[in-house]
């Protein structure tokens, strides 16, 4: 009976507070990133750790941008008024990224696999918080 009680407050599933949620997925971000270049500078040529390096950034910029234009979109949304971002300044940010990893490849600073690798960040950390959420969902769940 005192399981039914703490799953009506919503106390059992507390894990699913979204804003936390942000906050795990950037923070997992930055650890992904952090573990790939510290795994990567003694054991691969220093191009590819400049290339993990930069696509992880690119990756964490890319990441703070998609939330502050999603966030302008629906709190002028919310709020009635005409929605003032356009569809060229969402877009803008892949142009911004591909000419930073382009601008990196032709100096020959960075591996293109590596800075594609860092750019998959995102995928790391998703991972991590579904595997997370798995496990507490099970270990949650009320006996039947």
Known sequence: MNEIVNSADGSAFSYTDPVAMERRLFRM?????VVAVVASAPLAPWRVTTGLLLGG?????????????LNAVFSTAESGK???????????????????????????????????????????????????????????????
């Open 29 to 33: 971000m930055c650890a992904a990133i």
């Open 57 to 69: 950034v690119l990756s964490l910029f890319n990441h703070h941008w998609l939330k502050s234009s």
């Open 82 to 144: 005409r929605v003032k971002i356009s569809a060229a300044r969402y877009v803008l940010r892949y142009f911004v990224i591909a000419a930073v990893v382009a601008s990196a490849y032709t100096l020959n600073l960075v591996s293109i696999v590596a800075t594609l690798v860092g750019l998959c960040s995102f995928v790391v950390a998703a991972m991590i918080e579904a595997f997370m959420q798995i496990y507490f969902a099970i270990r949650n769940r009320e006996e039947t």
